[in-house]
């Protein structure tokens, strides 16, 4: 069974672009999540999406939005980018119905610097 | 501020020691996971403990959930350089999956 796959797995931006992440789950899981890794933050929880609602999602500026298609792959977008918002970010997908009581699984990233 | 503290930061220690890393909060957890990261990689599921004083053991690795649900530990016997990572605790508190920063852990040849 393929992984957790997460495209691109490097970016670089300038300030005020805006960028689209992609993550396919692992086939047959519904739920999706994705988290914010940064050094000094660690994992902070952006949203959560489960049959192409939003069920979830953490402190973030509306600057950083998500969507889930019918296939269960998932986009984020984050708008006129800050320096701030350079971070490793990782989507993760679980077989239950929610990303809290089922085992995560976590792709391998996609590293965004903004210059 | 995070809900959950893991300590200590780093650790680095030599090959065929022991060695505990610590997770603790004020607030009481339903259940807690502990996952490694390697660099360039996701992290992955070690474990998940539910029971107050549950003792979960993986090989060398093993887990323990505090008694009142607040804390946890993780203790690895005769580490090897294959445990080098990161090593990072998520606990469930109101329906949402927290993580905490995480312990580096390298072990030297």
């Known amino acids: 069974k393929a992984g957790v796959t997460q495209t691109p797995r490097y970016l670089i931006k300038t300030r005020g672009q805006q960028v689209t992440l992609s993550c396919s789950p692992i086939s047959g899981h519904r739920s999706v999540s994705w988290y914010q890794q940064t050094p000094g933050q660690g994992l902070q929880f952006l949203f959560e999406?489960?049959?192409?609602?939003?069920?979830n999602k953490g402190n973030f500026p509306g600057r950083f939005s998500g969507r889930q298609f019918s296939n269960s792959r998932s986009e984020m977008n984050v708008s006129t980018l800050e320096l701030g918002d350079s971070a490793l970010y990782l989507c993760?997908?679980?077989?239950?119905?929610?990303?809290?009581?089922?085992?995560?699984?976590f792709g391998n990233g996609t590293r965004l610097t903004v210059t | 501020t995070q809900l959950l503290e893991q300590s200590p930061q780093f650790l680095s220690i030599q090959e065929g020691e022991n060695l505990t890393v610590y997770c603790n909060s004020s607030s009481v957890f339903s259940s807690l996971q502990w996952y490694r990261q390697e660099p360039g990689e996701g992290p992955v599921l070690l474990v998940t403990v539910v029971t107050g004083g549950e003792v979960k053991k993986l090989k060398r690795l093993t887990f323990q959930f505090g008694d009142a649900r607040k804390d946890s530990s993780l203790h690895i016997t005769a580490a090897q350089p294959g445990d080098t990572g990161l090593y990072l605790c998520?606990?469930?508190?109101?329906?949402?999956?927290?993580f905490g920063a995480g312990t580096t852990v390298t072990v030297r040849a």
């Open positions: 998520a606990g469930v508190l109101r329906y949402k999956l927290s």
């Open positions: 999406y489960f049959s192409e609602t939003q069920r």
């Open positions: 993760a997908s679980s077989s239950g119905g929610n990303s809290y009581n089922s085992p995560l699984h």
